[in-house]
């Protein structure tokens, strides 16, 4: 009798074990699937991106820290700190066509536009890393497409950034430009960051 019930108890448990391992294989093929759809869906995003950057990047003679620092004077915002912004978001190479998509953000506007129009609106764009589902208005922009172009890009960035300025209520320059950096971005991280590269930026200019 004894023999019965440890045998019943084996086979008991290796059920149990057998439903978890299949169990397991099942979702772990549904995990790999979904992984790999994302990758895809992810590089064919990148594909049309890089179509519409061919099409819209428009070349110039004009160099992109020159743009910066004549646009940064129209806004009223000191060069060297939207230069600073520029390092972050997109490099010391400025880059005009740098693109990252934001998939927490797409979540939330995935369903106001066709699928690869809302991952462009979904995703930061170019030099200031405009995310265009937030500022269509704020930047008078017809289109995600318009944000390629440098000038454009420069100009809806230090739009975003003065009214971020605007709405500070710190008492200090230093609190105020951190509190404003936070709100471009979101993050007090990002602050620390931008002025840190901003230190450097002074650091180079100024030292011999």
Not at 40 to 68: C, Q
Not at 132 to 156: G, V
Request: a positive charge; glycine letters at 4%.
């Amino acid at each position: 009798m004894r023999k019965v019930w440890i045998f019943g108890a084996k086979l008991l448990v290796f059920v149990v074990l057998s439903l978890f391992v299949s169990r397991g294989v099942w979702y772990g093929v549904n995990w790999a699937e979904e992984k790999v759809s994302i990758v895809w869906s992810n590089f064919l995003h990148w594909v049309g991106a890089v179509e519409i950057i061919r099409e819209y990047v428009k070349p110039s003679d004009v160099a992109t820290e020159d743009l910066i620092k004549n646009l940064s004077r129209e806004y009223k915002v000191s060069p060297i700190l939207t230069l600073a912004i520029g390092h972050q978001e997109s490099g010391r190479a400025l880059r005009t066509d740098r693109l990252r998509f934001e998939p927490k953000i797409y979540s939330r506007f995935s369903k106001n536009y066709p699928e690869e129009t809302a991952r462009m609106m979904s995703s930061s764009i170019g030099i200031m890393q405009v995310i265009p589902a937030f500022h269509m208005k704020t930047c008078a922009l017809s289109s995600y497409a318009d944000l390629f172009d440098r000038e454009t890009n420069i100009r809806c960035g230090l739009r975003v950034l003065t009214d971020c300025l605007s709405r500070s209520k710190a008492v200090t320059k230093v609190l105020k430009f951190k509190e404003a950096l936070a709100c471009y971005n979101g993050s007090d991280t990002y602050a620390d960051e931008v002025l840190a590269r901003l230190g450097e930026l002074v650091l180079e200019n100024n030292l011999l």
